[in-house]
């Protein structure tokens, strides 16, 4: 868990392709989202093209979706920070169809999320440095 953040990774995954669940926003805790209200949207997927050539393309259970933070320490030889280091943080997992949605009620509470996401990847590294 990210430093005050609250949240519980992954936020999203399996069969839950929306974050939050009820439509309050998952950081300010204050402001609606989700329709008709006004949102900021991380919106991320893929989709199984069936024709290519006019663009035809949908969600398919042949596709899982994910999004993560990476930390990849250098090595044999290479130079950087935290060397050495590996660490990984699933935000989003097994999202069966391949696409999800983040909703958060301003741009503000968008950016405070990915802090926090920031936060719990340095969180890891420095775990990973101590062992």
């Not at 998952?26 to 991320?44: F, R, Y």
């Not at 393309?57 to 950087?80: C, N, P, Q, R, V």
């Not at 503000?108 to 590294?125: G, H, K, P, Q, S």
Request: charged share 20%; net charge negative; glycine share 10%.
């Amino acid at each position: 868990m990210s430093k005050n953040s609250g949240l519980t990774f992954p936020v999203a995954g399996d069969d839950s392709i929306f974050f939050p669940k009820e439509a309050l926003c998952p950081m300010c805790k204050s402001a609606k989202v989700n329709e008709p209200h006004s949102m900021a949207i991380v919106n991320l997927g893929a989709l199984l093209m069936t024709n290519r050539a006019k663009g035809n393309g949908s969600m398919s259970d042949k596709l899982e979706g994910f999004l993560s933070f990476i930390w990849h320490g250098a090595h044999d030889g290479g130079t950087g920070e935290d060397s050495d280091i590996s660490a990984y943080l699933n935000i989003v997992e097994n999202v069966r169809g391949g696409q999800a949605d983040l909703y958060f009620c301003s741009t503000n509470c968008l950016r405070t999320f990915f802090n926090a996401c920031v936060d719990e990847l340095e969180n890891r590294i420095a775990a990973n440095k101590t062992e």
